[in-house]
Structure formats: structure tokens, C-alpha cells
């Protein structure tokens, strides 16, 4: 993995470093913004990564949390939040070989959707 794009391409961005973590989010913040079930992140620390096409737009969410789109096709493509400092979160699906991606837990379990079945044994928290 060493970057990803938009749908249409405007936003590309490229990372040097290993992810941090990569993880599924079902929380409803993350649902609703996707219109998704769940969605698919790898967390990179501030400064092995960099925006190499158009600039994204931003969002603010909620207080202190920023939401990274692509002006022109509306994809999302990063989220970054006061209480992870240093890093940034870029969604998986954008990735240039999303196959790459190896989730290693779930997150925000207790806000998953009760009619999605998962049966990975990846944990839950």
C-alpha cells in the first residue's frame, strides 16, 4: 500500500510508512458519512504521508473532527480527530490496491448494525 485516489482522480495522496493500524469502524458517524454498513480504515502518522493531487475538501463533522472529501466526485478520503493526534485516517476502498489492506479489528462494535452478519474472528471492540 502506498497510496490511493478519488473516483475520479482529482484527490491522490501517497504514504512511506507502514499503517499505524487498519481497522472497520461501525459507528454511526462513520455509517452515515459512507451510506455503508461499516467502513474500512488504515490509520498513517503526520508526515509519511502527502496530498498529491487536488487538495481535498473539509468537513467538520463534529467538534474537533474532520472529514476529507473529493470536491468534485464526493468521494471520502481521510478523517482525522483531535483525540488521534499525529495521524490521519485514509479509507481503505481508495487505495490504489485496496486488496493490500489487512483489517486487524472492528471498532465501535457496539454500534454495529444488528442485520449485517460478520463472521470473521477478528476482534471486536
Do not use: K
Request: aromatic letters at 12%.
Amino acid at each position: 500500500m502506498t497510496g490511493g485516489h478519488c473516483l475520479c482522480g482529482a484527490v491522490r495522496f501517497e504514504f512511506d510508512s507502514a499503517p499505524l493500524w487498519q481497522a472497520h469502524c461501525h459507528c454511526e458517524s462513520c455509517r452515515r458519512n459512507c451510506a455503508a454498513p461499516f467502513t474500512s480504515y488504515l490509520g498513517i502518522s503526520d508526515g509519511s504521508w502527502r496530498w498529491t493531487g487536488a487538495a481535498p475538501g473539509v468537513h467538520v463533522s463534529s467538534p474537533g473532527v474532520e472529514r476529507m472529501f473529493c470536491a468534485t466526485c464526493g468521494t471520502p478520503m481521510a478523517y482525522r480527530a483531535d483525540r488521534y493526534p499525529q495521524e490521519t485516517h485514509f479509507y481503505a476502498a481508495t487505495l490504489d490496491d485496496p486488496a493490500a489492506y489487512t483489517p486487524q479489528q472492528h471498532v465501535h462494535w457496539g454500534e454495529h448494525l444488528p442485520w449485517l452478519s460478520i463472521s470473521d474472528t477478528l476482534p471486536r471492540r
